[in-house]
């Protein structure tokens, strides 16, 4: 019995050993095709990053447009992005300031919960809070003409999408994992859909339209909702998604690029071994920034890619746009 003991404990022992000893593996490229420079600096280094907007130490915000904007928002707001010639940002305890492009504040709210995400079109301002519930304000009447609490959730992912404007509709990406569509006119839920039904970290992360066709990406499925209504789908472990040249991109958390029509069958896949992708960009190639400190670049066909080395590993506040990328003090332009 003694021996029996004995011999169990020393293969414990042995199992732990074995596991402390084991390095956690990363990406390396085979070879280099070049070298990304900065094109340029920033006012200050990146304070804050969100889905759709960044700010700086000194106060000033980048858009998805690609530039330092002179705008500036106020000590301990969060920039969530720039939405029909407006800009959002908000208050951990709730406040939201719209302003124009003047640095003028057209509008200010105080919900009195901390808002997750927001846009505009026109004078309407959609917001998800981090409780989960949907408004739609008016910033001329400085009214709120809709609200609606959907379920609680213990925890999000940090990538949150913001509300999308359809002509009349507002599709709400909600922290559960649904869309809830709103006609702003009747100000009633004319439908919803779950993209997937996780406990936590089940929030939208991703929310676009191509031509007749919807899109919504949770950190486990993503959705394509056609225009007679029918839905296709695919489960993956998402790290990010992009929509271009009438493809869709899937990028999972083990190092690969999937590949999609429309419809989401499949057209092909790339793996990166090891790989942790930190942000994307399609414009007239697809970019990839990888954490180790590389920039991957391939047509939308997946076929031909270059690998450039990025001028440090990705330890920081990282914002990308179409056209370019923002880490710490620096910009990087993509062809």
Do not use: W
Request: net charge negative; charged share 25%.
């Amino acid at each position: 019995m003694l021996k029996t003991i004995i011999s169990i404990s020393m293969l414990v022992l042995m199992l732990f050993f074995s596991g402390c000893g084991t390095k956690r593996q990363y990406f390396k490229a085979d070879s280099i095709d070049g070298i990304v420079k900065s094109s340029g600096s920033l006012s200050s280094n990146l304070k804050e990053v969100t889905k759709n907007g960044a700010s700086l130490k000194d106060g000033k915000i980048i858009t998805m447009k690609g530039e330092e904007n002179s705008v500036q928002i106020e000590n301990g707001y969060s920039f969530l992005g720039e939405f029909d010639n407006k800009f959002i940002s908000v208050s951990p305890l709730g406040e939201i300031h719209v302003k124009n492009g003047n640095n003028s504040l057209l509008y200010a709210l105080n919900l009195n919960t901390m808002i997750a995400s927001a846009s505009m079109d026109g004078d309407t301002l959609a917001s998800v809070a981090s409780d989960n519930t949907l408004y739609l304000a008016d910033i001329n009447t400085a009214t709120v003409f809709f609200q609606k609490k959907m379920d609680t959730v213990a925890a999000v992912d940090s990538r949150i999408a913001a509300p999308y404007f359809l002509g009349s509709l507002v599709i709400f990406p909600t922290l559960d994992g649904k869309l809830i569509i709103v006609d702003k006119e009747s100000q009633t839920v004319v439908n919803s859909v779950v993209v997937s039904g996780e406990r936590e970290f089940n929030n939208i992360i991703f929310l676009d339209v191509s031509g007749d066709r919807m899109f919504a990406a949770t950190t486990k499925r993503i959705i394509a909702i056609n225009s007679d209504g029918s839905i296709s789908y695919m489960d993956k472990d998402i790290k990010d998604a992009v929509v271009a040249d009438e493809r869709v991109f899937v990028f999972t958390k083990d190092g690969k690029i999937f590949l999609y029509d429309l419809e989401l069958k499949v057209l092909g896949e790339k793996k990166f071994p090891f790989a942790i992708f930190a942000g994307v960009s399609a414009n007239k190639k697809l970019y990839i920034l990888e954490k180790m400190g590389y920039l991957i670049k391939s047509d939308f066909q997946l076929k031909e890619f270059e690998i450039f080395e990025f001028p440090s590993k990705i330890d920081d506040f990282l914002f990308i746009t179409k056209d370019k990328i923002f880490y710490k003090d620096s910009f990087y332009a993509l062809e």
